[in-house]
């Protein structure tokens, strides 16, 4: 069966799929109002401000001040047809996003978060087995702001994050989750492309956030909004609260990579042809991996993954 002409694949049967996060927006949708001033640096890392006995003051501003700080970092990315997000990743104007984001364009206008005429990028490179790509503005403004990008291993569930994009359009949006898990594998189905180690959140991800930033409170850029999930159960409609995001550890080496080769050299990956499934252990943490399918093993059908136009469903997960 086909819907939208993507082809069916074969996926982890976890009675779920999920569409790309944002590859896309609406056309027609809201105008570039509300963007973000200029802010200060990242703020320091300090006491966590959920602790018990925070004020609500203190976390309100704690809020107020990743905003103000990694905000001016996150861009719009517009190609013919598509739009979505991105992160500025250096000085000299290189911004990494979804490969679905920047799909087979090789030239994009981007907006950024602090406003101004639309600027002109390049494709650098994309890499489609971990939906990474890295575009490169033609002439970067002297106030470009890179992000910090965060030591993911150190992501706990838990941890509250803000996920910031473009969702529907919608410039320099902000929602607010935490760290649902960490080490999800999250398949375009058997013997397709798996993205490994990925964050899961309850931060709102809409079509428009993929590319964007998942931020923790300490103002670094813990991941990038890829996936956001659907259940097939209920139609395929959106399932609120479960997103996924490319940890930063797989965003700093395959962009590296990307920027230094214009290509991927060293993927770091193995395939045995089979679907596994995250076993956690003490503290929820990742502690192991149980196979769920195998070649020959019936799985769930879903849509495949790749550039699509809005409201299309296209990818699936496993836990």
Not at 28 to 38: E, L, N, T
Not at 65 to 73: D, F, I, M
Not at 293 to 314: K, N, Y
Request: hydrophobic share 40%; aromatic share 2%; proline share 8%.
């Amino acid at each position: 069966m086909e819907l939208r002409g993507h082809s069916v694949v074969s996926v982890v049967a976890v009675g779920a799929v999920v569409a790309l996060g944002g590859c896309a927006g609406v056309e027609g949708a809201a105008s570039q109002a509300g963007r973000s001033p200029s802010a200060s640096a990242p703020p320091e890392p300090g006491a966590d401000p959920a602790e018990p006995g925070a004020e609500p003051g203190e976390l309100q501003g704690r809020y107020q001040e990743v905003v103000r700080a990694v905000l001016p970092s996150v861009v719009q990315i517009e190609t013919d047809e598509d739009l979505g997000s991105g992160v500025v990743y250096d000085g000299r104007g290189h911004i990494v996003t979804n490969a679905h984001v920047v799909g087979d364009a090789e030239t994009f206008e981007v907006t950024l978060a602090t406003g101004g005429q639309p600027l002109t990028a390049k494709r650098v490179a994309a890499y489609e087995d971990q939906d990474l790509a890295v575009i490169r503005l033609a002439d970067p403004p002297r106030d470009l702001r890179p992000a910090v990008f965060g030591d993911s291993s150190d992501v706990e569930v838990g941890q509250i994050v803000l996920a910031m994009g473009n969702p529907l359009g919608l410039s320099s949006s902000v929602t607010q989750g935490i760290v649902s898990a960490v080490g999800r594998s999250v398949s375009e189905g058997q013997g397709a492309a798996t993205i490994g180690n990925m964050v899961q959140t309850s931060a709102a991800i809409n079509p428009g956030n993929s590319g964007g930033a998942l931020v923790n409170l300490d103002g670094h850029v813990i991941g990038i909004p890829t996936l956001a999930a659907r259940d097939p159960q209920s139609g395929a409609a959106p399932a609120p609260g479960i997103g996924f995001a490319i940890p930063a550890v797989t965003v700093r080496d395959l962009a590296g990579q990307m920027i230094e080769h214009g290509k991927v050299v060293d993927a770091d990956q193995a395939a045995l042809g089979v679907t596994v499934r995250t076993v956690l252990g003490a503290g929820f943490q990742p502690t192991g991996a149980s196979v769920v399918t195998s070649p020959g093993t019936l799985t769930t059908e879903a849509f495949s993954a790749g550039p699509r136009q809005p409201s299309d469903a296209c990818s699936d997960i496993g836990p």
